[in-house]
Each structure stands twice: as C-alpha cells, then as structure tokens.
C-alpha cells in the first residue's frame, strides 16, 4: 500500500491478521458484541433496550415518498379523492401499482390516488377498486357490513386537478384483486 500514514498500515494489518476472529459467529446468539475488542464499543439491543418489548433494527427508507405524497395530495387538492376529507393527517397518497412491485412507477403521480386511511386500506387490501370511469367498486368478498360503512362516506370519485390515475393501473389493480371484468 503506497500514499498512507503508519497508523493506516497498522489499523489494516492488525485487522487482516485477526480476521477470521473478527468474521467468527457468536457462540451466544445475543451476545451482539462477540468477536470485537474490549475496548471496541458495542451497541446492540440487549445493550441499549430497558425491556423485552423494543430492539434496534435497520429500515429501508423509501426515497422520494415525500415528493410523490405531495403531488398526488396537492392534485387532489389535499382532500381525500371519496369522502372530501381534507385533514391532512388522515390522507395517504395510495399507489394503484404497489411500490414493491412496479419500481418504475414508484414516485408517477398518476400511479396514486388521494384517500383517507381508511379507503387507503380498503384500496390496499382490494376490498375496494375503481371503474375505468371512477366508480368505486367492491369486492365480491367484501361483507354487507364493510360496503354498508364504506357506503355511508359517499361513493363519488372527485377527479383530480392533475394527474388523472392510469387507466392501465387500475385495470391491473382490479385484475390483481379478482375484479376481472366487473366494472371496465
């Protein structure tokens, strides 16, 4: 190695030398801090938790959320797209193709519809989809109890001021759903 100080050399050679020690699995499952030095500080759950209820744990961050969020909220002029709520708090900027699955259309604001937790659930889950001209539609699964409620919140679909959803999404979601030919 050329171009380091003394301690980069040493640092590396100390840690190449020992690394099947470093690389070794822990005997004990928990013990988090197995194969470092003493002086090497550790941070683990057991470490850092009060009780058995909560542990540390590394998340993926869906980057970009917030963009298409705004978008899709701001095109339905920041009320739910069925029931007019305008409580911020309670709209979810919903994807018609799920994030996990279409990562092209992740952030298009035309993959997103404006709805209440509540619709956003029932629209996840597809106890509900939409018509190629926006009429809800429910599942052929969905009880008389669920479409009695769902009901009551008004079932008409206020387009948005930009970014009309893909027609082909939607399709797909009702395909994905059992909808099949229900509503085309």
Known sequence: MSNV?????????????????????????????????????????????????????????????????????????????????????????????????????????RNGICLSALLDKAFDTGVISFSNDFNILFSPTATNDTISILSKTGLTFSKPTRFLPDQRLLEEHRYRFGFSEIGK
């Open 5 to 109: 100080s003394a301690l980069d050399r040493e640092t590396w050679n100390k840690f190449f030398n020992r690394i099947d020690y470093y690389l070794s699995a822990p005997s004990d499952p928990n013990d988090q801090c197995n194969g470092f030095e003493e002086s090497a500080p550790c941070y683990s759950a057991a470490a850092s938790s009060t009780d058995d209820t909560e542990r540390l744990t590394e998340v993926k961050a869906r980057r970009g959320q917030d963009r298409f969020r705004s978008a899709v909220l701001a095109s339905y002029n920041y009320s739910c797209a069925i029931t007019g709520i305008s409580d911020t708090r309670l709209l979810v900027a919903s994807h018609i193709a799920p994030w996990a699955t279409n990562v092209g259309r992740r952030l298009d604001p």
